[in-house]
Protein backbone atom coordinates (compact mmCIF):
# COMPACT_ATOMS: atom_id res chain seq x y z
CA UNK A 1 0.00 0.00 0.00
CA UNK A 2 1.13 3.53 -1.14
CA UNK A 3 2.00 6.17 1.54
CA UNK A 4 1.44 9.58 -0.38
CA UNK A 5 0.89 12.99 0.74
CA UNK A 6 -0.56 15.56 -1.58
CA UNK A 7 1.02 19.40 -0.98
CA UNK A 8 -1.43 21.33 -0.61
CA UNK A 9 -0.44 23.68 -3.61
CA UNK A 10 -0.34 20.54 -5.05
CA UNK A 11 -3.66 19.65 -4.21
CA UNK A 12 -5.23 23.33 -4.74
CA UNK A 13 -3.84 22.90 -8.69
CA UNK A 14 -5.38 19.51 -9.12
CA UNK A 15 -8.97 21.35 -7.88
CA UNK A 16 -8.24 23.40 -10.64
CA UNK A 17 -7.80 22.11 -13.18
CA UNK A 18 -9.83 19.20 -12.90
CA UNK A 19 -12.85 21.88 -12.62
CA UNK A 20 -15.00 19.52 -10.85
CA UNK A 21 -14.26 15.89 -13.21
CA UNK A 22 -13.60 13.53 -10.74
CA UNK A 23 -11.87 11.25 -13.56
CA UNK A 24 -9.08 13.74 -14.04
CA UNK A 25 -8.51 14.57 -10.94
CA UNK A 26 -7.85 11.14 -9.95
CA UNK A 27 -6.15 10.40 -13.40
CA UNK A 28 -3.54 13.18 -12.30
CA UNK A 29 -2.92 11.93 -8.76
CA UNK A 30 -2.13 8.20 -10.09
CA UNK A 31 -0.09 9.14 -12.37
CA UNK A 32 1.68 11.75 -10.06
CA UNK A 33 1.81 9.01 -7.45
CA UNK A 34 3.29 6.57 -9.71
CA UNK A 35 5.84 8.60 -11.12
CA UNK A 36 7.36 9.97 -7.85
CA UNK A 37 9.89 7.88 -6.28
CA UNK A 38 9.48 7.30 -2.44
CA UNK A 39 11.96 8.39 0.12
CA UNK A 40 13.67 6.30 2.45
CA UNK A 41 10.85 5.70 4.51
CA UNK A 42 8.11 4.48 1.44
CA UNK A 43 6.44 7.98 1.65
CA UNK A 44 5.39 9.80 -1.70
CA UNK A 45 5.51 13.56 -1.47
CA UNK A 46 3.76 14.82 -3.85
CA UNK A 47 4.22 18.58 -4.92
CA UNK A 48 3.24 21.07 -7.15
CA UNK A 49 5.68 20.51 -10.04
CA UNK A 50 4.82 16.12 -10.05
CA UNK A 51 1.16 17.58 -10.28
CA UNK A 52 2.03 20.11 -12.86
CA UNK A 53 3.67 17.77 -14.80
CA UNK A 54 0.70 14.78 -14.55
CA UNK A 55 -1.77 17.34 -15.98
CA UNK A 56 0.44 18.31 -18.44
CA UNK A 57 -0.38 22.39 -17.46
CA UNK A 58 1.55 25.21 -15.78
CA UNK A 59 0.47 26.91 -12.43
CA UNK A 60 -0.27 30.31 -13.60
CA UNK A 61 -0.21 33.45 -11.75
CA UNK A 62 -4.23 33.69 -11.76
CA UNK A 63 -6.07 34.64 -8.53
CA UNK A 64 -9.78 33.75 -10.06
CA UNK A 65 -11.18 36.24 -7.27
CA UNK A 66 -8.71 38.96 -7.24
CA UNK A 67 -7.69 42.29 -9.90
CA UNK A 68 -5.76 39.78 -12.01
CA UNK A 69 -8.86 38.07 -13.48
CA UNK A 70 -10.25 40.68 -14.25
CA UNK A 71 -7.65 42.21 -15.93
CA UNK A 72 -7.15 39.08 -18.25
CA UNK A 73 -11.03 38.87 -18.83
CA UNK A 74 -11.21 42.65 -19.31
CA UNK A 75 -7.90 41.72 -22.09
CA UNK A 76 -9.71 39.37 -23.34
CA UNK A 77 -13.11 40.96 -24.56
CA UNK A 78 -10.87 44.17 -25.49
CA UNK A 79 -9.27 41.72 -28.21
CA UNK A 80 -12.45 40.57 -29.76
CA UNK A 81 -13.28 43.56 -29.71
CA UNK A 82 -10.83 44.99 -31.55
CA UNK A 83 -10.52 42.08 -33.95
CA UNK A 84 -7.69 40.35 -33.35
CA UNK A 85 -7.67 36.55 -33.43
CA UNK A 86 -4.10 35.98 -32.07
CA UNK A 87 -4.44 38.06 -28.99
CA UNK A 88 -8.11 36.43 -28.05
CA UNK A 89 -6.14 32.87 -28.52
CA UNK A 90 -3.51 33.74 -25.97
CA UNK A 91 -5.55 35.36 -23.34
CA UNK A 92 -7.96 32.30 -23.93
CA UNK A 93 -4.95 30.10 -22.90
CA UNK A 94 -4.11 32.33 -20.20
CA UNK A 95 -7.23 31.87 -18.41
CA UNK A 96 -8.12 28.11 -19.03
CA UNK A 97 -4.32 26.79 -18.58
CA UNK A 98 -4.82 28.96 -15.00
CA UNK A 99 -7.55 27.07 -14.01
CA UNK A 100 -10.45 29.44 -14.64
CA UNK A 101 -13.62 27.73 -15.45
CA UNK A 102 -14.16 27.46 -18.97
CA UNK A 103 -17.97 27.87 -18.83
CA UNK A 104 -17.53 31.09 -17.43
CA UNK A 105 -15.48 32.26 -20.49
CA UNK A 106 -18.02 30.97 -22.76
CA UNK A 107 -20.36 32.71 -20.82
CA UNK A 108 -18.66 36.09 -21.49
CA UNK A 109 -17.75 35.10 -25.37
CA UNK A 110 -22.04 34.95 -25.62
CA UNK A 111 -22.77 38.16 -23.84
CA UNK A 112 -19.85 39.89 -26.07
CA UNK A 113 -21.54 38.32 -29.28
CA UNK A 114 -24.60 40.17 -28.47
CA UNK A 115 -22.92 43.34 -27.47
CA UNK A 116 -19.95 43.91 -29.71
CA UNK A 117 -21.62 42.15 -33.05
CA UNK A 118 -25.10 42.16 -32.29
CA UNK A 119 -26.91 41.47 -35.80
CA UNK A 120 -23.64 42.35 -37.71
CA UNK A 121 -23.14 38.53 -37.60
CA UNK A 122 -26.63 37.02 -36.44
CA UNK A 123 -24.47 33.50 -36.38
CA UNK A 124 -22.03 35.24 -33.66
CA UNK A 125 -24.48 34.63 -30.87
CA UNK A 126 -25.51 30.93 -32.30
CA UNK A 127 -21.97 30.25 -32.57
CA UNK A 128 -21.13 31.43 -29.28
CA UNK A 129 -23.95 29.09 -27.72
CA UNK A 130 -22.90 25.65 -29.19
CA UNK A 131 -19.36 26.29 -28.11
CA UNK A 132 -20.56 26.73 -24.85
CA UNK A 133 -22.66 23.27 -25.48
CA UNK A 134 -20.14 21.40 -26.58
CA UNK A 135 -17.70 22.28 -24.30
CA UNK A 136 -20.27 21.33 -21.71
CA UNK A 137 -20.82 18.29 -23.38
CA UNK A 138 -16.85 17.24 -23.72
CA UNK A 139 -15.09 19.26 -20.92
CA UNK A 140 -12.04 19.40 -21.00
CA UNK A 141 -9.23 19.34 -22.59
CA UNK A 142 -10.75 18.02 -25.67
CA UNK A 143 -13.75 21.29 -25.09
CA UNK A 144 -10.74 23.90 -25.41
CA UNK A 145 -11.18 23.93 -29.32
CA UNK A 146 -14.23 24.61 -29.13
CA UNK A 147 -13.80 28.07 -27.15
CA UNK A 148 -10.62 28.72 -28.93
CA UNK A 149 -13.18 28.32 -32.33
CA UNK A 150 -15.97 30.75 -31.20
CA UNK A 151 -13.03 32.97 -29.92
CA UNK A 152 -11.50 33.48 -33.43
CA UNK A 153 -15.00 33.21 -34.98
CA UNK A 154 -16.24 36.41 -32.71
CA UNK A 155 -12.65 38.54 -33.12
CA UNK A 156 -13.23 38.26 -37.20
CA UNK A 157 -17.13 38.75 -37.20
CA UNK A 158 -18.06 42.51 -38.24
CA UNK A 159 -18.68 44.53 -35.41
CA UNK A 160 -21.90 46.83 -34.19
CA UNK A 161 -23.03 47.81 -30.68
CA UNK A 162 -25.92 49.19 -32.39
CA UNK A 163 -27.72 46.52 -30.15
CA UNK A 164 -26.64 47.25 -27.15
CA UNK A 165 -27.08 51.14 -27.91
CA UNK A 166 -30.62 50.79 -29.14
CA UNK A 167 -31.75 48.77 -25.74
CA UNK A 168 -29.70 51.11 -23.24
CA UNK A 169 -32.29 53.87 -24.70
CA UNK A 170 -35.15 52.14 -24.52
CA UNK A 171 -34.34 50.70 -21.01
CA UNK A 172 -33.71 54.83 -20.54
CA UNK A 173 -37.32 55.61 -21.49
CA UNK A 174 -38.91 53.15 -19.47
CA UNK A 175 -36.93 54.10 -16.49
CA UNK A 176 -37.39 57.73 -16.86
CA UNK A 177 -40.76 57.45 -17.94
CA UNK A 178 -42.51 54.49 -16.15
CA UNK A 179 -45.16 52.62 -17.30
CA UNK A 180 -46.89 54.51 -20.06
CA UNK A 181 -50.25 53.32 -20.76
CA UNK A 182 -50.36 50.74 -24.31
CA UNK A 183 -52.37 52.62 -26.80
CA UNK A 184 -56.21 51.40 -27.32
CA UNK A 185 -55.78 50.39 -31.01
CA UNK A 186 -52.88 47.85 -30.40
CA UNK A 187 -54.38 46.55 -27.16
CA UNK A 188 -55.95 42.48 -27.33
CA UNK A 189 -59.53 42.27 -26.84
CA UNK A 190 -60.71 38.69 -25.43
CA UNK A 191 -64.00 40.47 -23.95
CA UNK A 192 -66.83 42.18 -25.05
CA UNK A 193 -66.14 44.91 -22.38
CA UNK A 194 -62.91 45.28 -23.65
CA UNK A 195 -64.22 45.64 -27.06
CA UNK A 196 -66.76 48.47 -26.35
CA UNK A 197 -63.90 50.15 -24.26
CA UNK A 198 -62.13 50.45 -27.79
CA UNK A 199 -59.48 47.64 -27.49
CA UNK A 200 -58.16 46.12 -30.83
CA UNK A 201 -60.44 49.59 -32.64
CA UNK A 202 -58.71 50.36 -35.91
CA UNK A 203 -55.72 48.19 -35.52
CA UNK A 204 -54.13 47.82 -39.23
CA UNK A 205 -53.40 43.94 -39.48
CA UNK A 206 -49.78 44.41 -41.50
CA UNK A 207 -50.24 41.41 -43.71
CA UNK A 208 -53.25 43.08 -45.24
CA UNK A 209 -50.98 45.19 -46.96
CA UNK A 210 -48.18 45.47 -49.56
CA UNK A 211 -44.97 44.13 -47.91
CA UNK A 212 -46.74 43.84 -44.89
CA UNK A 213 -45.96 47.44 -44.02
CA UNK A 214 -48.54 50.30 -42.99
CA UNK A 215 -48.34 53.26 -41.06
CA UNK A 216 -49.21 52.86 -37.57
CA UNK A 217 -48.06 53.99 -34.49
CA UNK A 218 -47.03 51.08 -31.93
CA UNK A 219 -45.49 53.08 -28.92
CA UNK A 220 -47.22 55.47 -26.23
CA UNK A 221 -48.83 58.18 -27.06
CA UNK A 222 -47.22 60.27 -24.06
CA UNK A 223 -43.75 59.04 -25.44
CA UNK A 224 -44.19 59.52 -29.50
CA UNK A 225 -42.27 57.49 -32.04
CA UNK A 226 -38.77 56.13 -31.22
CA UNK A 227 -35.78 55.26 -33.21
CA UNK A 228 -33.33 53.31 -30.84
CA UNK A 229 -32.02 50.87 -33.37
CA UNK A 230 -29.65 52.50 -35.49
CA UNK A 231 -28.05 49.72 -37.31
CA UNK A 232 -24.05 50.01 -38.80
CA UNK A 233 -22.59 50.04 -42.62
CA UNK A 234 -20.80 46.98 -41.18
CA UNK A 235 -21.60 42.83 -42.06
CA UNK A 236 -25.41 41.63 -42.51
CA UNK A 237 -26.76 45.15 -40.32
CA UNK A 238 -26.02 47.06 -43.58
CA UNK A 239 -28.85 45.08 -45.12
CA UNK A 240 -30.82 45.79 -42.26
CA UNK A 241 -30.42 49.68 -42.97
CA UNK A 242 -31.36 49.31 -46.02
CA UNK A 243 -34.40 47.50 -45.30
CA UNK A 244 -35.21 49.94 -42.76
CA UNK A 245 -34.56 53.14 -44.54
CA UNK A 246 -37.24 52.05 -47.17
CA UNK A 247 -40.01 50.62 -44.16
CA UNK A 248 -39.69 53.87 -42.84
CA UNK A 249 -39.95 56.01 -45.44
CA UNK A 250 -43.60 53.74 -46.31
CA UNK A 251 -44.33 54.63 -42.70
CA UNK A 252 -43.66 58.30 -42.80
CA UNK A 253 -41.06 58.43 -40.37
CA UNK A 254 -37.52 59.29 -39.80
CA UNK A 255 -34.40 56.72 -39.83
Same mark, same amino acid.
Not at 48 to 75: C, F, T, W
Not at 101 to 107: M, N
Not at 141 to 152: D, I, K, N, S, W
Given at each position: ?29 ? +? ?12 ? +? ?23 ? $? ?32 ? $? ?47 ? $? ?31 ? +? ?15 ? $? ?52
Amino acid at each position: RWKAELMPEARKHLGDMAQGDARVALNALE +IAVLTTPPDPQGHR +IITLPMVEEALQRKALLYDKEGEEH $YNVISAFHKSLRGSDPDAALYWLARMIEAGEDPL $YVARRMVRFASEDIGLADPQALTLALRSMEAFHFIGLPEGELALAEAAV $YLATAPKSNAIYRAYEEAKKDVTEKGALPVPLH +IRNAPTRLMVELGYGRG $YKYAHDYPDAIVEQDYFPKELGVRSYYQPTERGFEKIIRQRLEEWRKKMGRKS
